[in-house]
């Protein structure tokens, strides 16, 4: 049993089996319907719990079709029709849970709480999403940028905005995976330096700057995310210090020919991208958001110990 909170919990070699299994997973399934299982159904009869404090559309539908893809099935859990949000402590829940699921995901605020759950329970605790990080996520990015083409080491990402728990999950895969991140943010925004001293001690080259372009100079992937992130207040001052760090035609013409733009969705369009380049060429976000699909499966049997 092996609880995934964050990419570091698993490490690189990991990650890249996950990454590896979850590319031949998905060309195995070509031609099949969505909801058929996989041939070797490796986790038939399991249950996976899926816990929601936070709102959803890719992380619950992306876990339940892969369990269904597994072989498995999936038990919802909102916060708003259970008994957490009648102040049941995460303690009992995940001791509960523990007792009638396989596993649970859990997607809420305070990243405290995961570790919490993940402390109390006796089966894997996933990280769907908190206020510090998503790694479930990021694996998607990775795999995506994989079938593009484009290896890991050594590559050049670019981030334009909020210092959010996305980009905390892109330095921690850089440390792992060993690839470059050039952070442009407005002053104040700038992500956990945590996670910036993680990524330098691992030796690589982390670049913090106010200057949009340096960010996007050269670079492999330009990745974005909406400004103002779910459950903070909409605050007219922070969209005024984002409006430089729109991901635009012009600056995407600053990257290299061939680089391809990410968003983890949902998008604000004409906010932190432009529609040119949310609907152009350079875009892989729908094969991103599809693929969040294989990742999960993959972070899912690194948990119960069936990859490879």
């Given at each position: 049993?092996?609880?995934?909170l964050?990419?570091?919990?698993?490490?690189?070699?990991a990650?890249?089996?996950m990454?590896?299994?979850?590319?031949?997973?998905?060309?195995?399934?070509?031609?099949?319907?969505k909801g058929?299982s996989?041939?070797?159904?490796p986790l038939q009869?399991?249950?996976?719990?899926?816990?929601?404090?936070?709102s959803?559309?890719r992380?619950r539908v992306?876990?339940?079709?892969a369990?269904?893809?597994l072989g498995?099935?999936?038990l919802?859990?909102?916060?708003?029709?259970?008994q957490?949000?009648?102040?049941e402590?995460?303690a009992?829940t995940?001791?509960?849970?523990?007792?009638?699921?396989d596993?649970?995901?859990v997607?809420?605020?305070?990243?405290?709480?995961?570790?919490?759950?993940a402390h109390h329970a006796?089966?894997?605790?996933?990280?769907?999403?908190?206020?510090?990080?998503?790694?479930?996520?990021?694996i998607?990015?990775l795999l995506?940028i994989?079938?593009?083409?484009k290896?890991?080491?050594?590559?050049?990402v670019?981030w334009f905005?909020d210092?959010?728990?996305?980009?905390?999950?892109?330095?921690?895969?850089?440390?792992?995976?060993?690839?470059?991140?050039?952070?442009?943010?407005?002053?104040g925004?700038?992500p956990?330096?945590?996670?910036?001293?993680m990524a330098?001690?691992?030796?690589?080259t982390?670049?913090?700057?106010?200057?949009?372009a340096e960010a996007?100079?050269?670079?492999?992937?330009?990745?974005?995310?909406?400004?103002?992130?779910m459950?903070q207040?909409?605050s007219?001052?922070?969209?005024?210090?984002?409006?430089?760090?729109?991901v635009?035609?012009?600056?995407?013409?600053?990257a290299?020919?061939?680089?391809?733009?990410?968003h983890?969705?949902p998008a604000?369009?004409g906010?932190?991208?432009?529609e040119?380049v949310f609907?152009g060429?350079?875009?892989?976000?729908?094969?991103?958001?599809?693929?969040?699909?294989h990742a999960?499966?993959s972070?899912l049997?690194?948990?119960f110990?069936k990859?490879?």
């Amino acid at each position: 049993m092996a609880h995934f909170l964050d990419l570091s919990d698993a490490g690189g070699n990991a990650i890249a089996a996950m990454l590896a299994d979850a590319i031949d997973r998905k060309a195995a399934r070509i031609g099949k319907p969505k909801g058929a299982s996989d041939i070797d159904a490796p986790l038939q009869d399991r249950v996976l719990a899926v816990v929601f404090e936070k709102s959803s559309t890719r992380t619950r539908v992306s876990f339940d079709i892969a369990m269904r893809q597994l072989g498995g099935s999936t038990l919802v859990l909102d916060a708003g029709t259970s008994q957490l949000g009648r102040g049941e402590s995460i303690a009992d829940t995940a001791r509960v849970l523990s007792r009638m699921a396989d596993a649970i995901m859990v997607r809420t605020d305070n990243h405290a709480k995961i570790e919490e759950m993940a402390h109390h329970a006796s089966v894997p605790v996933i990280n769907g999403l908190t206020d510090r990080s998503h790694p479930c996520q990021i694996i998607a990015d990775l795999l995506t940028i994989i079938e593009k083409g484009k290896p890991l080491p050594g590559l050049e990402v670019g981030w334009f905005g909020d210092g959010n728990n996305v980009l905390h999950s892109i330095l921690e895969a850089a440390a792992l995976m060993k690839f470059k991140v050039r952070v442009a943010t407005p002053e104040g925004f700038e992500p956990e330096a945590e996670f910036v001293e993680m990524a330098r001690d691992a030796g690589c080259t982390i670049t913090l700057t106010q200057d949009a372009a340096e960010a996007a100079r050269g670079a492999d992937v330009l990745v974005t995310d909406t400004w103002v992130s779910m459950g903070q207040a909409d605050s007219s001052a922070k969209l005024t210090a984002m409006q430089p760090y729109r991901v635009n035609a012009e600056l995407m013409g600053k990257a290299k020919p061939d680089a391809i733009f990410l968003h983890c969705l949902p998008a604000h369009v004409g906010d932190e991208v432009s529609e040119g380049v949310f609907e152009g060429p350079q875009s892989v976000v729908f094969d991103e958001a599809e693929n969040r699909i294989h990742a999960q499966k993959s972070i899912l049997l690194w948990c119960f110990d069936k990859l490879g």
